[in-house]
């Protein structure tokens, strides 16, 4: 049950989150007027009709530097609650420092505790270089370190959620395919995301115009079907993940958000 909670985690809110371009040199830049600091979401993981899990996104106040470079500090939290936490008890947290142009990590942090499991891992980023150091600290094993090739303006999966937003689905055909790449852990992923179209979404701030997207999932023993992810965003000016829909073997997860402070835009309920 463990390792189910990690991916939701990971994957459900995260996992659409990895989208990049290679141009040829240099850092790109790219426009942004949907996020800013002082930006925090809170979302309520659901299993059936119980509440399993809480997950927080932090957008700091103030700008940080990294490689030279100012870039947003960003802490995504997530805890188990309720009667699922007294028996599965999960405290993790995920930080990135985000390019405040070029929209790249140029560091990445976890720090895991699940139960008895815990690891502390921390990725610093060359993007002019082309290269990855991972730092991993798992229990009480002593640290290891391994430097790793990657492609330029690769995401983590914490960064890539805001370069997300960056994009603009008013040309997007529904069923276009868009193409994905981003580091974690020591791996650089190549995946695929569908676009399915747009609705408006009933939330607890009312209807919500949106946009629909479903990350391809290769064949595995954890999800149930390559569409199983389903994730409803924002469509305007905000950008902000609504809800996901997770289709496992062990059943169905629901993540939705419940409360928002310091959006730029108010949402599009027209």
Known sequence: MKKIWTRLLALSVLSPLLFAFTPDEGYRSLPNNKFSTGEKLTYLV????????????????KIHTINNRPCYKVDIQGKTIGVFGMTMKVDDLWRSYIDTAAIVPHKFFRDIKENNYKK????????????????????????K??????????????????????????????????????????????????????????????????????????????????????????????RVPLRVEVAMFVGAFELDLIEHKGLKHKFNKK
Do not use: C
């Not at 502390?120 to 009480?140: M, P, S």
């Not at 603009?168 to 852990?185: H, Y």
């Open 46 to 61: 659901h299993y059936g009709f119980v509440n399993v899990g809480e997950a927080t996104v932090t957008l700091d106040q």
């Open 145 to 238: 370190i391994d430097n790793h090739k990657i492609p330029k303006n690769v995401q983590d999966i914490v960064s890539g959620y805001y370069y997300l937003r960056t994009l603009d689905f008013t040309n997007i055909k529904e069923k276009d395919t868009l193409t994905i790449q981003g580091f974690f852990e020591d791996k650089v992923y190549d995946l695929q995301v569908v676009y399915l179209g747009k609705e408006r979404l009933q939330t607890q701030f009312g209807k919500i115009k949106a946009a629909i997207i479903s990350p391809v999932m290769p064949e595995n023993q954890l999800f149930d079907g390559r569409d199983a992810i389903k994730m409803w965003i924002s469509d305007d000016e905000n």
């Open 120 to 143: 502390v891992e921390t990725i610093f980023f060359d993007h002019l270089k082309g290269t990855a150091q991972v730092r991993q600290i798992t229990g009480q094993d002593p640290e």
